[in-house]
Structures are given as C-alpha cells and as structure tokens.
C-alpha cells in the first residue's frame, strides 16, 4: 500500500501510521477523528481513492489516501459495496495496528459516499449496516466529507 500526503509525499503505510502517532502525540488532549472514506469515479476504467483523515477537532487535519483503477463495474451498486469494502479494509487495518499499537482509544469513523438524495438513498441501510456490523461508526452524506470532499478531490 502506498499513500499520498500533501504536506510529505508518497508514503508507505507503516510511515503514514507513524504520522498520524506524531500528529495525535503533538497535543494528546485534543480530541481527535480517525476517518476512512473511499470515492470513485468511472471513465474507461474506474478509479478508486481511499482517504484518511485524521480531524483534530477544531484545530485541523491532515490526510492521506491512496488511489487506485479497477475495470468498469456493472452497476453503481457493485461500485458503492467496492467502495465500502475497500473503506471496511482499510479501516481494518488501521484498527489492527491501532490495537497492536496501544492506540485503540481513538475510533474510527467510515464515511460512505452514499446520501438521502439520489440513487443511492436506496442502499442506505444495507450499506451503513454493513459498516456497524463490522464495528465502524457509518457517516453518511452530508456528513461523510472524508468520501465526498476528501477522497473525491483525488478521483479526478
């Protein structure tokens, strides 16, 4: 897995999870937002950017996300599970490390590129269901900016 940070570069994901441990140990009484989201946008072939953002709440961010093409996807419902799968993954990992690390205090949040309007509003509870049942905190639009602000930003 290779990552991009605007302030650093590319990044391996052990060096982003170690920038994330220095940005949360600069000011360890601050709260902090661990967030995954994953956007995509289809072309001749779809490109996946999964972002993380870790939001210290009122007093900034920095992210990551790593981008990646897929073959076209028969519908846009096979395309919103990929996305989720890939943000539930990722998260995964984040989790696992966090765990390993002795950092399980801070949780992690999926925001799904899915809303109240438009043809996803339809998918809404399976696809938040899929999120709570694997142990994340879902956001969904429009509070899901690190999917629709963040990841979208880099699909392009």
Do not use: C
Request: without cysteine; positive net charge; aromatic residues 8%.
């Amino acid at each position: 897995m290779r990552f991009v940070s605007p302030t650093l570069g590319n990044l391996s994901f052990d060096e982003m999870f170690a920038d994330i441990r220095r940005y949360v140990s600069e000011d360890p009484d601050g709260t902090y937002r661990l967030i995954v989201g994953t956007d995509s946008r289809a072309r001749e072939e779809i490109t996946f950017v999964s972002a993380v953002v870790i939001h210290r709440v009122g007093k900034g961010a920095r992210y990551y996300y790593e981008k990646r093409k897929h073959k076209p996807l028969a519908s846009l419902r096979q395309r919103i599970y990929y996305e989720t799968a890939l943000s539930l993954d990722l998260g995964g990992k984040i989790a696992s490390r966090l765990a390993h690390d002795g950092w399980s205090n801070l949780d992690i949040e999926i925001h799904l590129d899915i809303g109240q309007e438009g043809a996803t509003r339809s998918m809404i509870r399976e696809v938040v269901g899929m999120v709570t049942g694997s142990g994340f905190d879902a956001k969904i639009k429009p509070d899901s900016y690190g999917a629709s602000a963040v990841a979208d930003k880099h699909t392009k």
